[in-house]
């Protein structure tokens, strides 16, 4: 199996998801070096690009190695997502552009939404069609577009919805099997996702409920998608990559034991913090740490003390302390 998304070729279309707050640079590049074959930025918004807001060009920034990066916009005019496109798109000194361009068409969240984002798009299927057919025009990158399955249960529209962005030029298109209603928690409806991917000659990306190895073969099995992406089973667990290639190849894998796993989450903080700032990235790596420790022994008396740690060498000294435990 292999993922082609226009020019970009996939052994085996493994995807790290955008989520916004967590996979920034650091937390991209530790998915990348264990597997991940394509990763997303966090969602930057088209709107701040068009009024020039710095921390949005950094959040839409790649440096020299991240060079299979797709940037994810949200917006909901074709004007100012096109204008968004051609800024992240012009060469900057010391970036490198993306390798593709993903519009956001499924985030929940109220603040979006109310502006017409996001997965309220999908109550707009027209509009999706103006976006993609604009973007299309714009570039020559490839396109993506990440979906739900519908607003609610009441107007699942994925299959219209995929139809609209194929046949204005979407190179492929993410389909998260729950509803905006369903926001982030029930089972993903997979049926629904095997339809999108039944009614579209363009690759058809599965997304949702993928927190181990099996459950990504199950997804591929089923839904017949050509590739997976993968968002909160990677927190704390950037070897689920490795884990899903492995099954794919058909070879065992063996976890890394805690100390190998948490001395890479160290380096990930020591980025983080690189990229950051000490003060920020020690806030953010607090909650990273926490979930590499998840489910081990003296996980819960260790996240308290890292809930209070200020400073790197207290990160470093309850890890430590951690792993002799
Ligand atoms: C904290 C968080 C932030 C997210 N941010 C984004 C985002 O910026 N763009 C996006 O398209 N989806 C975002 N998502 C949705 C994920 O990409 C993914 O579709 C969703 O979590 C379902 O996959 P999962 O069940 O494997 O976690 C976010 C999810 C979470 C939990």
Redesign the pocket.
Known sequence: MSLNIRTVALKHGLIL??????TDRAYRNICRRHGAELVVT??VSAKALHFNDQSSFELASLKPYENNSFV?LFGHEPEILSEAVTKITQSREGLITPLGIDI?M??PMKKIVNNGEGSALLKNPPLIGQIVRRLRDTTDLPLTV?IRIGWDSSSLNAVEVARIAAENGADAITV?G?TREQM?CPE?NIDAIRDVKASVDIPVIA?????TASDAMRMLEYTKCDGV?????TMGNPWLFEEITACIEGRQYVYPDIDVRLSEAMTQVEEMILDKGEHTGILEARRHLSYYIKNTKGASSARHRLNFANSKEELYSIVNEFIKG
């Open positions: 998801a955008p989520m916004a707050g967590v966090e969602m994810q956001n499924g985030c990440k998260h729950r982030y993903v997304n949702g409920g993928i927190n992406m993968l968002a909160r089973g």
